[in-house]
């Protein structure tokens, strides 16, 4: 099965300060997620991406986000002034075929704590 | 918008049979299940298309009503390792809904 790794795995940090969250994608698959879940409750999406851009984001993706493939290989969430709330697991995920049809693979996740 | 999943939680004995409940007021394109199990990423256990495709796992079973947008999931002779919490995905956006919490004991 094809696996996604993400990094780091657990990264602390002071708020205000900015985070980077990397994705190794899985050759030949082409659209990318990434989610959020804060401890015990749901997961929440923030944005899909396809072909270097942006296909969808939700109302938490604002603009202290951002997303991109700045090598064209990994893949990366950017959290430019972190706060409190951003404290959460950040997942990466992935798939080969459009969302419709294709399984969603994940990453073991990014645990983010703001202090 | 967030597909609805009931019921929340559910305890089972080992053996036992459940049913997950997925509906949503938008369209449904598609429905995919999760497991996620505590302190782990969630895992694909189905996809349900339209028009009857389904493609997943061997041991687990769901349903797909397009017209009343709703979809069930159905747990059969539960074995411990099923114990975890279950979403189901709308697509488009891939929206997970709120889980639900299953604990299957011995």
């Known amino acids: 099965e094809p696996e996604v790794t993400q990094t780091p795995s657990h990264q602390v940090t002071q708020m205000g300060q900015e985070v980077i969250l990397r994705c190794v994608p899985i050759s030949n698959h082409l659209y990318f997620y990434w989610y959020r879940q804060i401890l015990g409750q749901k997961v929440e999406f923030l944005v899909s991406?396809?072909?270097?851009?942006?296909?969808?984001k939700s109302e938490i993706f604002d603009d202290q986000f951002s997303v991109e493939r700045p090598d064209g290989s990994n893949f990366t969430l950017k959290i430019r002034s972190t706060k409190l709330e951003d404290s959460a697991m950040y997942f990466c995920?992935?798939?080969?075929?459009?969302?419709?049809?294709?399984?969603?693979?994940f990453g073991e996740g990014s645990r983010l704590t703001v202090l | 918008q967030q597909p609805v999943q009931s019921p929340q939680a559910v305890i089972l004995r080992e053996g036992e049979d459940a049913v997950i409940n997925c509906s949503s007021s938008k369209a449904l394109y598609s429905v995919h299940w999760y497991r996620q199990k505590h302190g782990e990423a969630p895992v694909f256990l189905m996809i349900?298309?339209?028009?009857?495709e389904q493609k997943g796992h061997d041991k687990i079973s769901a349903s797909f009503n397009e017209k009343k947008q709703q979809s069930s999931l159905y747990l059969t002779a539960s074995q411990l390792s099923y114990s975890g919490t279950y979403f189901c995905?709308?697509?488009?956006?891939?929206?997970f809904g709120a889980g639900t919490r299953l604990a299957v004991h011995p």
């Open positions: 991406f396809y072909n270097n851009e942006i296909s969808e």
């Open positions: 349900l298309l339209k028009g009857g």
């Open positions: 995920a992935q798939t080969r075929d459009r969302g419709s049809t294709g399984e969603l693979f």
């Open positions: 995905v709308r697509y488009n956006k891939l929206i």
